[in-house]
C-alpha cells in the first residue's frame, strides 16, 4: 500500500552494493543498475541525494587492526567514497541524470567543496547531489554522514538499501529459521538491543533529529522507489509506514 510519496531523500549506499558479488571494487554494471533504479526516483519529482560509502575498496577500521595509523586510514577510507561516488555520478550522467558530486574534502579539479545551500540549490534545480569524502572527519562512517546530511538538508527520510538482507532483524536470519523481521522500530530499541541496522552515532543523530530510516534490499529491482514513495518494504526505524 502507498502511504506517501517523500519529497526528498537521502539514499545510503554502502560501498559492498557497488561491488556485486565479487565482494570488493566497482562493477560497473551493479553501478548501472542502481544508476537506473535512482533515475526511477528522480523521474518522479522526488530529490534524491546519494551517501555512498567506502567499504568495497577501503576501512578504515580494518586498516588500524593491521597496525596502521586510525587517522590515515580513516582518510583512505574517505578516499576510497570519492571514487565510488564519482562512479555513481558516471552512470547517472550516461542516463541523463544531472547530478554534482560536494565532497567534505576539498578536491576542486574532482567535486564540489560541501556547501549546504548549495546543494539545496541543485537538489531544487532537479540535480541529484551526491556527497562524497564522508562528514570529512575521522572516526565516522557514511551512516552517520547519511544522518548528518538528512539532517542539514532537512530530507524526510533516509533509505538504506542493504546487500543480503531485507530488513532489521533480531537475530541474523542466515543463522536462525526462526528469526523475525520488525516492521517498525524505535531507535531507542535499535541501540538497546544493538541491532546491526546503523552505528550507535549515527542511529543518535538520526533519533535527536527525528528522521525516519527505511531498511530494505537493494538488490531487488524496483526496490528503491518503492521505499522513496512509501511502500511498505523492508523495516521502517522511527517512522510509520
Ligand atoms: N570514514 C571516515 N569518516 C567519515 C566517513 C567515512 O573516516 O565521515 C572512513 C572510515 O574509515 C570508513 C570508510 O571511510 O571505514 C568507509 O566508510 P564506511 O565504512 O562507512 O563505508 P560502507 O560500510 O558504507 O561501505
Not at 204 to 227: E, H, Q, R, T, Y
Request: hydrophobic share 40%; with cysteine; glycine share 10%.
Amino acid at each position: 500500500m502507498t502511504v506517501k510519496q517523500y519529497k526528498r531523500v537521502v539514499l545510503k549506499l554502502s560501498g559492498e552494493a557497488l561491488a556485486g558479488d565479487e565482494g570488493f571494487g566497482i562493477n560497473p554494471a551493479v553501478v548501472e543498475s542502481i544508476a537506473h533504479q535512482i533515475k526511477d526516483v528522480y523521474e518522479r519529482g522526488i530529490e534524491v541525494c546519494i551517501v555512498v560509502g567506502g567499504g568495497n575498496i577501503w576501512r578504515g577500521l580494518a586498516g588500524s587492526a593491521k597496525g596502521m595509523d586510525r587517522t590515515t586510514a580513516d582518510y583512505m577510507g574517505m578516499l576510497a567514497t570519492v571514487m565510488n561516488s564519482l562512479a555513481m555520478q558516471d552512470a547517472l550522467e550516461k542516463i541523463d541524470v544531472n547530478t554534482r558530486v560536494q565532497s567534505a574534502i576539498e578536491m576542486r579539479q574532482v567535486a564540489e567543496p560541501y556547501i549546504r545551500r548549495r546543494a539545496v540549490r541543485h537538489l531544487e534545480k532537479g540535480r541529484v547531489v551526491i556527497f562524497a569524502a564522508g562528514t570529512g572527519n575521522p572516526y565516522f562512517s557514511t551512516d552517520t554522514t547519511a544522518a548528518l546530511r538528512a539532517a542539514e538538508i532537512e530530507a524526510d527520510v533516509i533509505l538504506m538499501a542493504k546487500k543480503n538482507t531485507d530488513g532489521v532483524y533480531d537475530c541474523d536470519p542466515n543463522n536462525n529459521p526462526n528469526a523475525h523481521k520488525f516492521e517498525t522500530l524505535e531507535y531507542i530499541e535499535v541501540l538497546q538491543r544493538g541491532l546491526a541496522v546503523m552505528d550507535a552515532t549515527a542511529t543518535s543523530l538520526c533519533m535527536d533529529n527525528k528522521i525516519p530510516l527505511i531498511v530494505f534490499d537493494i538488490d531487488k529491482p524496483g526496490n528503491i522507489l518503492k521505499a522513496a514513495s512509501g511502500e511498505c518494504i523492508g523495516t521502517i526505524v522511527g517512522g510509520k509506514m
